[in-house]
């Protein structure tokens, strides 16, 4: 079946615009997940969302981050007023439920987002 | 808070040579612990994970990984290595009975196969 899907694949974009990728998680995944894979930091989460649940905002790196999720499933990472160290892939995973770590964590090819 | 040390940024192996890729974890209570591949150009893909039961843990393509308590590792070995094994590993460790901070990666090591 499909996989996580993610988009753009790539983005290029100037400082201080703002930024919106896209992450459509496995059908039937209720948890989704955001995280960071940049040169100097490695891979950091972000973001988790449990179907309809406000999300754990705990670890967004500024307020200048957020997402949302609609419907349970299809999340959106927005940007905005994009900095040089906003720089990195974007990943995303869904798994069948966030109440155990045991259900694995699918991931999504990225989104490589470049700020000029 | 929990953090996972991978303290091996490259590794370079020999096609058919054994591997051994470490894996330190700082956590308090019983972690879950997971390893990830990631291949150029592709997604992060789950080799093994371990929650509890036998510290030796069998995943996908020939890998395994030992869970020690004593020395907080979970270090991934395959006894033969093939060329397609070249690649970006990760090790993650997740908060045992929620996952509602997500997993704390390793950042990560390099794997290089010689011919």
């Known amino acids: 079946g499909a996989g996580v899907s993610q988009s753009p694949s790539n983005k290029v974009t100037e400082k201080g615009k703002d930024v919106e990728l896209r992450c459509d998680p496995i059908s039937g995944h209720t948890a989704l997940y955001w995280y960071r894979q940049s040169l100097g930091q490695g891979l950091e989460f972000l973001i988790y969302f449990q179907g309809n649940s406000a999300p754990d905002k705990s670890g967004l790196p500024s307020d200048r981050f957020s997402a949302e999720r609609t419907g349970g499933s299809v999340s959106t990472l927005t940007i905005q007023r994009t900095q040089q160290e906003d720089s990195a892939v974007y990943l995303c995973?869904?798994?069948?439920?966030?109440?155990?770590?045991?259900?694995?964590?699918?991931f999504g090819p990225g989104t490589r987002l470049l700020v000029l | 808070a929990q953090s996972v040390t991978q303290p091996d940024i490259h590794i370079t192996v020999s096609e058919g040579a054994s591997l051994e890729l470490r894996c330190n974890y700082s956590y308090g209570a019983t972690p879950y612990l997971f390893w990830y591949v990631q291949s150029p150009g592709q997604g992060l893909q789950l080799l093994l994970k371990?929650?509890?039961?036998?510290?030796l843990v069998q995943g996908i393509k020939g890998f395994e990984a030992e869970f020690k308590r004593s020395q907080s590792s979970f270090n991934l070995r395959k006894p033969s290595v093939h060329w397609s094994d070249a690649a970006e590993y990760f090790c993650?460790?997740?908060?045992?009975?929620?996952?509602?901070?997500?997993?704390?990666f390793g950042k990560g090591t390099h794997l290089i196969i010689q011919p």
């Open positions: 371990y929650f509890s039961g036998d510290t």
């Open positions: 993650a460790v997740g908060e045992s009975g929620g996952g509602a901070d997500g997993l704390t």
């Open positions: 995973a869904s798994s069948l439920a966030v109440s155990t770590l045991q259900e694995t964590q699918y």
